[in-house]
């Protein structure tokens, strides 16, 4: 059975910063990973989605990479902003389209 | 597309009532899954359909719980009766047709409160 964990739960810095989200997951065959966003109250939004075959996705100031060998994959966010505070949750892909979801990394950015 | 729409966004009951949630998925979409969260357990799967077929319920944590898609604009997830620790937030997500680049793509979610 997949195990997906994040670290860290919880993380809080000053506007600007760069910073890297950590995600572990156990069973190292799977098809894709995504990376959603949740804010409080609402549903989750995909912001990455990467390839069991691809190394790195891009989208604006958001980078994920993945390694699949060693069943890890980081979500780098640069030059922060407040409108980033989020929960971000990783979640592999295995058969039949089924995810399984870490418990998140709860981000608050401060102005 | 309006989203994956789910209703109600709130139900508040109590223990030993039914409770009825309901979840359009986008149009078009083949896949439908109803998702559970708390703060202890995180996000879990309940169940999934493809085509409107049942095909994985391993995640339906008791007899109380049941899911329904009768066509492929609509499901429901039952749960009778209903217990406090069934209190959690409940979602319901779509994707097109499982290909690996498919993102699912979430309700807003119903939160559950059993006194």
């Known amino acids: 059975k997949q195990e997906v964990t994040q670290i860290p739960a919880a993380l809080s810095v000053p506007e600007g910063e760069n910073l890297v989200l950590n995600c572990s997951f156990t069973?190292?065959?799977?098809?894709?990973l995504q990376w959603f966003r949740q804010d409080p109250g609402k549903g989750l939004t995909s912001l990455l989605l990467?390839?069991?075959?691809?190394r790195e996705q891009t989208s604006g100031r958001l980078n994920a990479s993945l390694d699949k060998s060693s069943g890890r994959s980081t979500l780098y966010i640069a030059a922060s902003q407040p409108g980033d505070s989020a929960t971000y949750l990783c979640?592999?892909?295995?058969?039949?389209?089924?995810?399984?979801f870490g418990k998140g990394t709860m981000l608050l950015v401060s102005p | 597309d309006a989203g994956v729409i789910q209703s109600p966004r709130h139900e508040v009951t109590e223990m030993g009532q039914e409770v009825t949630l309901r979840c359009k998925p986008i149009?078009?979409?083949?896949?439908l899954f109803w998702y559970r969260q708390t703060m202890m357990r995180g996000l879990e799967l309940l169940i999934y359909?493809?085509?409107?077929?049942?095909?994985?319920d391993s995640g339906m944590p008791e007899d109380r719980f049941s899911a329904k898609m009768p066509n492929a604009s609509f499901s429901t997830l039952k749960i009778q009766p209903s217990e406090p620790r069934d209190s959690a937030v409940y979602f319901c997500?779509?994707?097109?047709?499982?290909?690996?680049?498919?993102?699912?793509?979430f309700g807003p979610g119903t939160r559950l409160t059993v006194l």
């Open positions: 359909f493809n085509n409107n077929v049942p095909i994985d």
């Open positions: 990467i390839q069991s075959s691809q």
């Open positions: 149009s078009g979409h083949d896949y």
């Open positions: 069973d190292s065959a799977i098809y894709n």
């Open positions: 997500a779509s994707t097109p047709a499982g290909g690996t680049t498919d993102t699912q793509y």
């Open positions: 979640a592999p892909r295995g058969g039949y389209s089924t995810l399984t």
